[in-house]
Nanobody, 131 residues
Framework: QVQLVESGGGSVQEGDSLTLSCTFSTYANMRYILGWFRQVPGKEREGVAAIDRADRTVVADSLKGRVTISKNNANNTLWLQINSLKPEDTAMYYC?????????????????????????WGRGTQVTVSS
């Protein structure tokens, strides 16, 4: 059973940094990809960053330079560090996982920043940035 549990959200000030965590599931020798997404009410879920089993990463163009995605395979923890937070970063942040997948190229990685590529989702953690 694939389970994802996010934590680390909260209320912060503009300019602060925040690191979100997500525990995920793996199965021996199975490929997978993990992604961070965010959503505000009334808008589509937006891809933030993603990483595959081999630690290849992709970050949304609009967030490059402020966001780092990483994971620890020993304890199945995924992280998202966001620096220089802005009020427009306010959203519910979700982690997601798709089994049996990986990044085959840079273009393929960017394509897998789409929410529809992921079957398993956590419940989300709220991030609120005040100016």
């Amino acid at each position: 059973q694939v389970q994802l549990v996010e934590s680390g959200g909260g209320s912060v000030q503009e300019g602060d940094s925040l690191t979100l965590s997500c525990t995920f599931s793996t199965y021996a020798n199975m490929r997978y990809i993990l992604g961070w997404f965010r959503q505000v009410p009334g808008k589509e879920r937006e891809g933030v960053a993603a990483i595959d089993r081999a630690d290849r990463t992709v970050v949304a163009d609009s967030l490059k330079g402020r966001v780092t995605i990483s994971k620890n395979n020993a304890n199945n923890t995924l992280w998202l560090q966001i620096n220089s937070l802005k009020p427009e970063d306010t959203a519910m942040y979700y982690c997601a996982q798709e089994m049996g997948s990986e990044f085959y190229s840079d273009d393929d990685a960017r394509r897998k920043l789409a929410a529809g590529m992921y079957a398993y989702w956590g419940r989300g953690t709220q991030v609120t940035v005040s100016s």
